[in-house]
């Protein structure tokens, strides 16, 4: 079973920037295919980024390409999202998901379909 625990959250002013990080324990994290989602209060949890087990491929929710970038580093356990040119509409608790895959091309956007899930760390931007 994975263990995933996300940092690097906080408070920063819009037009900032923050990198949280996702640290997975257990079996082989090249075996997974990871995801990023959030929560805003009041609100349901979305998809946000996700990348495929080698890293090779990715994929962004609209509102946030070209400001976020995810990433891996399977040799450190590690999974990444810088986040730049941040809004106040990017407040939210950050997720961290994990779904064990055969593939290692592929990307898995739906939550529904993720295996294990993080704690979660809070991301506020203030104007």
């Known amino acids: 079973q994975v263990q995933l625990v996300e940092s690097g959250g906080g408070l920063v002013q819009a037009g900032g920037s923050l990198r949280l990080s996702c640290v997975a324990s257990?079996?082989?994290?090249?075996?997974?295919?990871m995801g990023w989602f959030r929560q805003a209060p009041g609100k349901e949890r979305e998809f946000v980024a996700a990348?495929?087990?080698?890293?090779?491929?990715?994929d962004y929710v609209d509102f946030v390409k070209g400001r976020f970038t995810i990433s891996r580093d399977n040799a450190k356990n590690t999974m990444y999202l810088q986040m730049n040119s941040l809004k106040p509409e990017d407040t939210a608790v950050y997720y961290c998901?994990?779904?064990?895959?055969?593939?290692?091309?592929?990307?898995?956007?739906?939550?529904?379909?993720?295996?294990?899930w993080g704690q979660g760390t809070q991301v506020t931007v203030t104007i």
């Open positions: 998901a994990a779904k064990f895959d055969v593939r290692t091309m592929r990307i898995v956007t739906e939550q529904d379909r993720y295996d294990y």
């Open positions: 990348i495929s087990r080698s890293g090779a491929n990715k």
């Open positions: 257990g079996p082989p994290f090249s075996m997974y295919t």
